[in-house]
Every structure is written in C-alpha cells, then in structure tokens.
C-alpha cells in the first residue's frame, strides 16, 4: 500500500512568488492533516481537513495560505504571496476514519523563500 | 489538549533497551498518549498510543502509570536506525485529532 505522498519534495522561490504543494493521502483516508515547521521550531499544525471539508483551519497563518481538497482526494496548499518566513518543512498526514486514529505522515517538501 | 514534559536529549548503547520517560501530569479522562518520533529529514512516524493500559507492538512498549501522569515508551534493543527525535503526544479519544508537538526527546543510539 502506497505511503503518503508529497510533491515537491523541494521548492525555491523568491520572495513574492507563488508555490502550490500537494499532498496524496493514502488511499481511503478521509482525514488529511497539513503542518508545518520552521526554522529552530516545533512542528506546527495548520489545518485539517475530513474529506473535502475543512474542519479545522486554526492553525492557518494568514490569509496568503490557500488549501483545498477538491473531491476529498488528494490536496494542496498555495502560498501566495511566499513571505521569507514561509520558509520551512511542510507536513502532510492521513488518517481513516473511526476509532483513535494514528496519522501517518509524508515526507516532507522542503520550501525555501529567498 | 494536556502538556507534555520531555527531557530534551538521550543516549543510549546499542543492543540496550532505550526508556524514554514522559511527564503528564495534566491529562484528563478522554485522553490518549501517543508516540511519534522523527527520524532526520524524514516525516513523523506513528510508533504506538494507549489509554491506559500498557501496549506493545513490534516496534515498542509503552508503559503508562496507573495515575495516568507520565508514561515511558521502550525500545527493547536499540538499533542505530532509532536514533531520531521521539514525542510524546496527549490527544483526545473522540474523532480526529490535531498533533500538537513539542520539543521531543532527541535519542542517540551509541555504537
């Protein structure tokens, strides 16, 4: 059974420029999961979504960050306009539904702003 | 969500059992522990979680006091490959649950 998937694994933008991420969860999760982490920090939720519902968005910096998950498959994640402290490691994670859920995670793209 | 304390580092031999201990204090009822660890430049990795009885699988044990305040997660004979950053996560039972992250505990696996 395939993992969780991101793509790209890395990515370089100048400051002011757009990226998209994505995230394929494994097959039949309904539940997917960004985080993130910056520099010197701890890993950081930013939303979850359960199929293509967002159930909680509270961790969502600022409104430059855009995630969707358009048929509750895969899902991705627009920064727009990239600000130098974007710069990080974003997660993205799955899990079924029902019953105490273990998430598993991808791994990783590597976003760099310069 | 309950805090969770970690000292911030360990070593231990390889071939030796690895007991990474986790303070919380705070967790309420509908809670779970859980363990992730993050080996370098890799994604976290699930490892175990209980409510209140003690759990093993082939990766770890995980052992939680009976006042449910700290718990210690072992790894039965450490390899070199488990040298990562483990965290223990408090998380409610009901539904899908947001992963909040702390510092972990950084093991090192010593040849």
């Known amino acids: 059974e395939a993992g969780v998937t991101q793509f790209p694994s890395h990515s370089v933008i100048e400051k002011g420029q757009t990226v998209t991420l994505r995230c394929d969860p494994i097959?039949?999760?309904?539940?997917l999961y960004w985080y993130r982490r910056v520099m010197g920090k701890e890993i950081k939720f930013l939303l979850h979504f359960v199929k293509e519902s967002k159930q909680d968005e509270s961790g969502m910096p600022n409104n430059r960050f855009l995630a969707e998950r358009t048929g509750g498959t895969y899902s991705t994640l627009k920064v727009q306009p990239a600000e130098l402290e974007d710069s990080g490691v974003y997660f993205c994670?799955?899990?079924?539904?029902?019953?105490?859920?273990?998430?598993?995670f991808g791994p990783g793209t590597r976003l760099t702003v310069t | 969500d309950a805090k969770t304390t970690q000292p911030t580092s360990m070593d231990c031999a390889e071939g030796r059992a690895a007991n990474l201990p986790c303070n919380h204090s705070t967790i309420s009822g509908n809670e779970y522990v859980y363990w992730y660890r993050q080996i370098h430049s890799q994604g976290p990795q699930y490892i175990i979680h209980g409510l209140k009885n003690n759990e093993t699988n082939e990766m770890a044990s995980l052992i939680i006091t009976e006042d449910r305040k700290s718990s210690t997660l072992i790894l039965p004979h450490a390899t070199l490959r488990d040298t990562a950053v483990y965290y223990c996560?408090?998380?409610?039972?009901?539904?899908?649950?947001?992963?909040?992250f702390g510092q972990g505990t950084r093991l090192t696996i010593n040849p």
């Open positions: 996560i408090v998380t409610a039972i009901q539904g899908a649950q947001k992963l909040v």
């Open positions: 097959s039949g999760h309904d539940n």
């Open positions: 994670a799955s899990s079924p539904s029902g019953g105490p859920p273990e998430q598993y």
